[in-house]
C-alpha cells in the first residue's frame, strides 16, 4: 500500500456555521473518547496488510480539531506515532478555530510534529462572522493568528466571498488585513449554498459579486507576494500545501474517521459520516466505508486532468500520455477546443487554464468529466 499521506477526521464543532454542509456535530459527553479508541481501530483494521507507513503529509481536519482538549490531543498524536513513521521532513497541519484555539493546543503541536497551522478566519468583518454564525470576533482572528505565528507555525487561513450582501470594499479589507496578519498561505472560497444547510434556501439575488471578488483577489495577492498555485490557493514561496498537492496530483492517501474520504489503489472511499454508525462498524471489525467506486480508465482520466487543471502549473502533456495514452490527450484537448482560446494554454509544455479560465473553472471542469 504505496501511500505516505494521512487525512484525519475530527468530527466535532462547537456549533454547525449557517453555510457549513461537512460531516459534524456538537459532541456529546464521552463521543470524543469513543472517537479516539474506534479510530485505533480504523488504524489496525486498515493497515493490517500495510506494515508501517512512513508518512510526508499528514492533515487533520474537521469539524474543528481544536474542539478537543490538550489531553485529548496528546493522546491522538500518541496514537497516530504508534501506526505511522514520519519523514525527516514531513509536513503536519491542523485545522483550528480562532475562539477554540488555546495556548495547550500550540504548546502541544509544537512539542510534537505539527508545522502548519489552518485557521478558519473566513472574514475580519464581525457582521459578516455574525451572519455567518462563526463564533469568533475577527479581534479573535487576529489573535489566533499571532499566537500561531509567535509559536513558530506556518500558518494559513480560510476566507469565504460571494456573502449575503458583501460588499466589494469589505471584501477588500479582508484581503487586506489578511495580508497584513503576516499569513505564510490564504485559501479563498466562494459561498456554495448546500442542501441541509440554514443557507440552502438564500436567495441568490442577495449573494455579493463573487466573480469581481475573486478578480481582484488574483490581482491583489500575488503584487503582496502570494503565488496563484491553485484555482483556490495562494502562497508565498514554497509554502504550499504539499498535502493538498497529492489530491491534485492523484496520489493516495488514507482517510481515517467519520466522514472521511480516502483513495488507496485506484480506489476512492467515503466512511460512514455518522459518528455512531462508522463506530459500529468498526466495533464489528469491518471498515466503515459507506461507499466506494473504482473507477473506469476513461473517467480516471478525465478526473485525473480536471485535478491537474486545478493547479497552475496545469497538466504534463508527457506524463498525461503516458499514464493514459495519447487517445485520452487528444480527446482531452478537443474537449478544451469548445471553449475560448483565452481560458486556457495548450502548448508543447502542457496545458493549463489562463487567470482567467481559473475564474470560470467550474464551467471547464464540468465539461470535461
Not at 17 to 40: H, I, K, Q, T
Not at 183 to 198: A, D, K, R, V
Request: hydrophobic content about 40%; charged content about 25%; some cysteine.
Amino acid at each position: 500500500m504505496p501511500f505516505s499521506s494521512l487525512y484525519i477526521h475530527v468530527p466535532f464543532c462547537e456549533r454547525k456555521c449557517n453555510y457549513c454542509a461537512f460531516e459534524s456535530a456538537v459532541p456529546r459527553e464521552g463521543e470524543a473518547d469513543l472517537w479516539l479508541e474506534m479510530l485505533e481501530r480504523e488504524f489496525v483494521i486498515r493497515l493490517s496488510a500495510a506494515g508501517r507507513p512512513r508518512l510526508a503529509t499528514c492533515y487533520f481536519g474537521g469539524g474543528t480539531p481544536t474542539v478537543l482538549s490538550g489531553p485529548q490531543w496528546l493522546s491522538l498524536t500518541k496514537l497516530v506515532e504508534r501506526y505511522f513513521d514520519f519523514m525527516p521532513e514531513a509536513e503536519v497541519t491542523v485545522e483550528a478555530n480562532p475562539n477554540s484555539l488555546a495556548a495547550e493546543h500550540l504548546l502541544t503541536w509544537r512539542d510534537w510534529r505539527v508545522t502548519r497551522v489552518s485557521i478558519g478566519v473566513q472574514s475580519f468583518d464581525d457582521a459578516e462572522l455574525s451572519q455567518m454564525g462563526r463564533l469568533h470576533s475577527a479581534r479573535q482572528a487576529y489573535g489566533a493568528v499571532s499566537a500561531a505565528l509567535a509559536a513558530g507555525f506556518s500558518v494559513s487561513a480560510d476566507f469565504i466571498f460571494g456573502l449575503p450582501h458583501q460588499s466589494f470594499a469589505n471584501w477588500g479589507r479582508t484581503l487586506r488585513e489578511a495580508v497584513r496578519c503576516g499569513l505564510s498561505h490564504i485559501s479563498l472560497y466562494q459561498l456554495s449554498l448546500e442542501e441541509g444547510t440554514p443557507w440552502a434556501s438564500l436567495d441568490k439575488d442577495t449573494l455579493g459579486d463573487g466573480y469581481a471578488a475573486y478578480r481582484w483577489a488574483q490581482w491583489y495577492l500575488p503584487r503582496k507576494g502570494y503565488r496563484q498555485y491553485e484555482v483556490a490557493n495562494f502562497a508565498r514561496q514554497g509554502r504550499e500545501s504539499r498535502h493538498n498537492i497529492n489530491y491534485w496530483r492523484e496520489g493516495e492517501y488514507l482517510g481515517a474517521g467519520p466522514g472521511a474520504a480516502g483513495y488507496l489503489a485506484g480506489l476512492r472511499y467515503k466512511n460512514f459520516g455518522s459518528l455512531r454508525r462508522w463506530a459500529a462498524a468498526l466495533a464489528d471489525g469491518e471498515l466503515p466505508v459507506a461507499e466506494s467506486e473504482q473507477l473506469p480508465f476513461e473517467r480516471s482520466a478525465r478526473e485525473a486532468a480536471v485535478l491537474a487543471l486545478r493547479m497552475t502549473s496545469g497538466l504534463d502533456r508527457r506524463e498525461f500520455a503516458e499514464r493514459y495514452g495519447r487517445q485520452a490527450l487528444d480527446s482531452l484537448s478537443a474537449s478544451l477546443q469548445k471553449f475560448p482560446r483565452d481560458l486556457y494554454e495548450d502548448d508543447e509544455r502542457g496545458i493549463r487554464l489562463t487567470k482567467k479560465g481559473m475564474r470560470v473553472a467550474n464551467l471547464i471542469w464540468a465539461e470535461l468529466v
